[in-house]
């Protein structure tokens, strides 16, 4: 079983709609990376919260440390928010990687 | 500071060829970390290091990988003797170390093997 795991792996959205990506986690953290990856492999953290809920624009992230939960918002979604999302639990040590929710939004 | 750098950005390498990749991460930042992408999968971790100590490594590494930072500044990846499989994505990523910090990533270099 993966420590981390996103749902859904993929997801095709009609652009506009509000997209909610959900990450769950078995690993002790002390925070989470919410990661974006373009095809063509470059990665841009998002977010990186510890608890509660932080916003940027467009996009929405929280997390409940109790529940090992976490997810990602997007609201009004656009075609350039199509990319891969990664949560990465943070523990002590290394990053542990979810598996990825692959979006694409479709004009 | 433009944040976490890699080199070179691509490389194609004949197998059985050794390559080296080298990663600058965000100044002061002791910790480093190593991952490995292959088409349509997540990363996968491969080793880390605080300041010039590795303190883990993956299985996934063989005995042909070898990672080293010896300064605790900049790290170097290597593969020896390429094999087709080796053909993936190498991320590296930094961090300040300590709970709760944030990590940055480089662009990345794609390896192919021929």
């Known amino acids: 079983k993966n420590e981390v795991e996103q749902s859904p792996q993929n997801l095709t959205a009609q652009e506009g709609e509000f997209i909610t990506i959900n990450c769950s986690y078995s690993v002790g953290i002390s925070a989470l990376h919410w990661l974006q990856q373009h095809p063509g492999g470059g990665i841009v953290s998002l977010f990186m919260l510890s608890s509660g809920k932080k916003k940027h624009g467009r996009l929405i992230a929280t997390i409940n440390i109790q529940e090992k939960h976490s997810s990602l918002h997007i609201t009004a979604s656009h075609p350039r928010d199509s990319a891969v999302y990664i949560c990465v639990p943070f523990g002590n040590e290394k990053l542990t990687f979810g598996t990825g929710t692959r979006l694409t939004i479709i004009p | 500071d433009t944040g976490v750098s890699q080199n070179p950005r691509h490389k194609i390498t004949k197998r059985g060829q050794n390559v080296t990749f080298r990663c600058d991460p965000i100044?002061?930042?002791?910790?480093l970390y190593w991952y490995r992408q292959t088409l349509g999968q997540g990363p996968e971790f491969l080793t880390y290091f605080q300041n010039e100590a590795q303190l883990e490594k993956s299985r996934l590494l063989s005995d042909r990988f070898s990672a080293e930072r010896p300064k605790g500044s900049f790290s170097t990846l290597e593969i020896q003797r390429t094999e087709q499989g080796d053909s993936a994505m190498y991320l590296c990523?930094?961090?300040?170390?300590?709970?709760?910090?944030?990590?940055?990533f480089g662009q990345g270099t794609r390896l192919t093997v021929v």
């Open positions: 100044s002061e930042h002791n910790r």
């Open positions: 990523a930094s961090s300040p170390g300590g709970s709760g910090t944030e990590a940055f």
